[in-house]
């Protein structure tokens, strides 16, 4: 289902024509809906970077909303990846910008920047894997979502729209339901079937039968 597909399907159930921008908002609304609600590879995206010998930061992407994992890469080619800790323990633990080594540590410093410890010893490689939002359907034309699992971004549209109408109770309801039938059936593809080998256990994952 590409963007213009979206837009009559949403007008011909709601029989209702809605002005662009109300209808860029409701689908915006339901993509953010979705994507906070299943971790869809998808919504991965891989960077390299680098650490600074002597710099205890690092400026993340600017599309950045959270972390997958982070990784140091040695000069052997070795990935190391760091554990997620808060700014104070990095500040306790290495209290000196003198302690240097190669970093074990990250946390979120604020909205843009990692802050690492130890103090990097050298110059390193870094590897971040981070959760962001793909472009919208509204300017792709088409995504992965509306090409791979439809049904979710309808139903999510649909119950926007219909609050955007003020409808009646049971039509809320009607549509609130049909969006949590398709949500869960992509949430067992997402959270289940997809990660059943994840290796850390922090990650969001779902029993699949």
Known sequence: MNYAELVYAV????ENQFD????????????????????????RKNVTGN?????????LPTDYLSTFSVAVVDAAGSYQYLINKDVNFIRE????????????YYANFD??????????????NTELHYFYYPESIVTAGTTWLGNEFDSALLNATL?????????????VQMYQAQFVQSVTLL????????????????????QVN
């Open 159 to 171: 119950v926007e729209a219909i609050r955007f109408q003020k409808g009646e109770q049971d039509l």
């Open 20 to 43: 662009t921008a109300d209808m860029n908002r409701f689908i915006h609304l339901a993509e953010q809906t979705i994507y906070n609600t299943v971790q869809l590879p998808a919504l």
């Open 187 to 206: 949430k067992n593809l997402g959270d289940g079937k997809l990660r059943q080998d994840t290796y850390r256990s922090g990650q969001v994952r779902t």
């Open 111 to 124: 909205a843009n920047t990692f802050i690492v410890g130890p103090t990097p010893d050298a110059n390193y």
């Open 11 to 14: 007008e011909s159930t709601t």
């Open 93 to 104: 633990a290495y209290p000196a910008p003198t302690d240097t080594a190669i970093p074990k």
């Open 51 to 59: 650490f600074s010998i002597a710099n205890k930061y690092l400026t």
